[in-house]
């Protein structure tokens, strides 16, 4: 059966870099695996009350039963004052509650930053897998992918034309696909 894989970017920028190193990898990836980005942009700030008094956003509802469906998850991200956009944070947190309901316990997850500064969003990168850790989700430890220098790794078409980058792309997802296998949920 084909593998279903969201994707969460954490940038909501229209021209956002992190975006189109996405869409380069949902370009790449492998017969069977079904990439699919999930917006984040629309789902309010994280508030206890909403899941304990109401009222429940719709929003949340959704966005949860969607990365609960899926198979495994790949988190795309900027790094922001050397660690996770807070809008990133957000949707992290928002899935991983209510307390016991957690999207991401056993869900496998691999995480790639992208920056256009030589440090590739290193601490953006470590950040998520700190808490993916925290939240028991097996985080994908190699190929790693801290994608610096971004911008100029596109062509003038927005689309990643660097060809070293785009093998480590290839390298990535169809690491990625084995890594859902192997941790794949047990039924
Ligand atoms: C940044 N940027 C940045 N870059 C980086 O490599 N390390 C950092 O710590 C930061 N910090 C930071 C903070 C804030 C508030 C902003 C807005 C930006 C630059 C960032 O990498 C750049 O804007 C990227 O283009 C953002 O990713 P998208 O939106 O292109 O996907």
Same mark, same amino acid.
């Given at each position: *059966?084909?593998?279903?894989?969201?994707?969460?970017?954490?940038?909501? /920028?229209?021209?956002?870099?992190?975006? $189109?190193?996405?869409?380069?990898?949902?370009?790449?990836?492998?017969?069977?695996?079904?990439?699919?980005?999930? #917006?984040?942009?629309?789902?309010?700030?994280?508030?206890?009350?909403?899941?304990?008094?109401? %009222?429940? %956003?719709?929003?949340?509802?959704?966005?949860?039963?969607?990365?609960?469906?899926?198979?495994?998850?790949?988190? =795309?991200?900027? #790094?922001?004052?050397?660690?996770?956009?807070?809008?990133?944070?957000? *949707?992290?947190?928002? *899935? &991983?509650? %209510?307390?016991? +309901?957690?999207?991401?316990?056993?869900?496998?997850?691999?995480?790639? !930053? =992208?920056?256009?500064?030589?440090?590739?969003?290193?601490?953006?990168? +470590?950040?998520?897998?700190?808490?993916?850790?925290?939240?028991?989700?097996?985080?994908? %430890?190699?190929?790693?992918?801290?994608?610096?220098?971004?911008?100029?790794?596109?062509? #003038?078409?927005?689309?990643? !034309?660097? #060809? /070293?980058?785009?093998?480590?792309?290839? $390298?990535?997802?169809?690491?990625? &696909? *084995?890594?859902?296998?192997?941790?794949?949920?047990?039924?």
């Amino acid at each position: *059966a084909d593998k279903k894989i969201a994707v969460l970017v954490g940038s909501l /920028r229209k021209e956002s870099l992190n975006r $189109k190193f996405a869409q380069e990898l949902i370009a790449q990836a492998p017969a069977g695996l079904l990439l699919e980005i999930v #917006e984040i942009g629309d789902l309010g700030l994280f508030n206890q009350d909403l899941d304990e008094t109401g %009222p429940l %956003p719709a929003v949340w509802t959704a966005f949860r039963a969607k990365l609960k469906a899926s198979d495994a998850i790949l988190i =795309v991200t900027p #790094e922001y004052n050397r660690s996770v956009p807070g809008v990133l944070k957000n *949707a992290i947190d928002i *899935a &991983s509650r %209510p307390y016991g +309901h957690s999207i991401w316990d056993g869900k496998p997850v691999a995480v790639m !930053s =992208v920056s256009p500064g030589a440090i590739g969003g290193f601490g953006a990168n +470590h950040h998520v897998r700190q808490s993916m850790v925290s939240m028991n989700a097996p985080v994908m %430890p190699a190929p790693e992918a801290y994608i610096g220098n971004a911008a100029s790794l596109l062509g #003038e078409d927005g689309k990643v !034309s660097n #060809e /070293r980058t785009k093998e480590l792309l290839q $390298k990535f997802i169809t690491a990625f &696909s *084995a890594w859902a296998d192997t941790n794949a949920p047990k039924a």
